[in-house]
């Protein structure tokens, strides 16, 4: 875990520090600036350089085995141990800033948390520590964009070396690129084999070929043991769909190479789950299809479509129940997030109830296979719902605009939950999952 150490000092996940734990590192020989521990007594400040500066720290943590910074702590020269606070200004519009910051200067991007841990308040604001967490990445190597400004065309490739950051010379960045190749072959590999065989479980159990999937793969695989004593807890962890229009429990469990399986019948299941002992897991869930109109006709009749409501609402719930899984496998950093549509008999659009009293299709196209993929960042998943909806988000818009829709309205990227954008007999029941995960609502003017 990249954040071990800091774990450890702190006494609790650094998510749920406060700034008296924090106050435990200070003059502690233990809590040393090291490779996986930055301290800066001060903000980045602003405009290209100060980007940069950013964008270098956190790629260094990146490319190397991952760790944190705490902006807000002087550490002392002569021991790198944490000497005094100097609490910072802590703002939305800062870690707005941050995050752009970083999406523009670093190829490719970093999955990283970016938390405020406040101390007072000074004139309405509060002050505190800002603190980046970077797990270890399996995109690595990142580059930061650009020298002294984005159009000079530069890479350099920073890495954490001890308690200082360098850049890797031409051999270290080949060396780097060819491991990373390989581990996305390897990774892209087990994402595949996970989703191929949860979806022919299904199928040979009697499930229908109208189908959605969804595989989460950790970047970095765990350990979940398979033996006698896990699946006995397995069995009692909760799996269920508890959706308007699918109420149906997981209660028939069983085992397979390197996994446990859950189903909800003996036979023609709605649902089958993997969930395999490397942290990985795939779930198949019958196809949320309706029959829905023409946009621009109610006389013509109607053909089944994808009910964007219900795609969203099935995705949300299924990746509860695969992170979820991926945290019993003690696996941190990112994962990767796949989506996929297939339809029964020939291709479907998507469809909506949104200004309709009755489904009607959206978008241009129509097909039967349909992908999105994104990442998410499993620390932020166990810390609250927000990761997972920016997560599907993501997954969602890159699924949607294969069908000509930009992406999907009742969710934000930023993690938030848009309620224009979902019918109103939906509202309810996603606005109290919201409030459980302590997911932002945006509500309807």
Not at 81 to 102: C, H, V
Not at 131 to 138: D, H, W
Not at 366 to 375: C, D, K, M, N, R
């Amino acid at each position: 875990m990249f954040d071990a150490r800091l774990r450890t000092l702190l006494g609790c996940a650094p998510q749920d520090a406060t700034f008296e734990h924090f106050e435990q590192l200070l003059h502690n020989d233990q809590a040393v600036e090291g490779p996986d521990l930055d301290y800066k007594g001060t903000l980045y400040g602003s405009g290209t350089e100060a980007a940069g500066e950013l964008a270098k720290d956190v790629a260094a943590l990146a490319n190397a085995s991952g760790g944190t910074l705490v902006l807000g702590m002087w550490e002392d020269k002569a021991t790198s141990a944490p000497k005094a606070f100097n609490p910072l200004p802590l703002t939305d519009r800062l870690r707005k800033d941050y995050r752009e910051w970083l999406a523009l200067r670093l190829d490719p991007p970093v999955q990283c948390d970016i938390r405020f841990v406040a101390k007072c308040v000074e004139n309405g604001t509060p002050k505190g520590l800002v603190i980046i967490s970077v797990p270890s990445s399996g995109q690595a190597p990142h580059a930061v964009v650009g020298s002294a400004d984005l159009r000079d065309g530069t890479l350099r490739f920073p890495v954490r070396n001890d308690n200082t950051t360098t850049f890797m010379n031409l051999a270290y960045v080949k060396r780097a690129l060819a491991a990373a190749e390989y581990q996305a072959a390897s990774r892209r590999d087990v994402l595949e084999k996970a989703e191929s065989e949860v979806f022919a479980d299904r199928i040979e159990r009697g499930g229908e070929r109208l189908m959605l999937t969804v595989t989460l793969v950790p970047d970095l695989p765990g350990f979940y043991p398979i033996d006698s004593a896990t699946f006995s807890a397995f069995r009692g962890h909760p799996l269920t769909m508890d959706l308007p229009f699918l109420r149906v429990p997981l209660q028939r469990f069983g085992v397979g190479p390197r996994r446990f399986t859950a189903t909800d019948a003996a036979r023609r299941p709605r649902n089958v789950a993997h969930f395999r002992g490397d942290g990985s897991a795939a779930w198949a869930v019958e196809g949320p299809a309706v029959p829905a109109f023409p946009s621009n006709s109610y006389s013509d009749g109607t053909e089944p479509a994808w009910h964007v409501d219900r795609v969203v609402l099935l995705v949300l719930t299924v990746m509860q129940h695969l992170t979820q899984h991926a945290r019993r496998a003690a696996v941190s950093g990112t994962a990767s997030l796949r989506v996929r549509l297939n339809s029964a008999d020939g291709p479907q659009k998507l469809a909506t109830e949104l200004d309709r009293s009755a489904p009607h299709d959206i978008g241009t196209g129509e097909l039967e296979i349909a992908i999105g993929e994104s990442s998410l960042l499993l620390e932020d998943a166990g810390s609250g719902e927000r990761e997972l909806v920016r997560a599907a988000a993501a997954a969602l818009a890159d699924l949607f605009q294969n069908f000509g829709v930009v992406e999907a309205e009742q969710l934000t990227l930023d993690g938030q939950i848009n309620l224009n954008g979902w019918a109103h007999r939906y509202r309810e029941h996603i606005s109290t999952w919201a409030a459980r995960g302590g997911v932002e609502i945006l509500v309807p003017a």
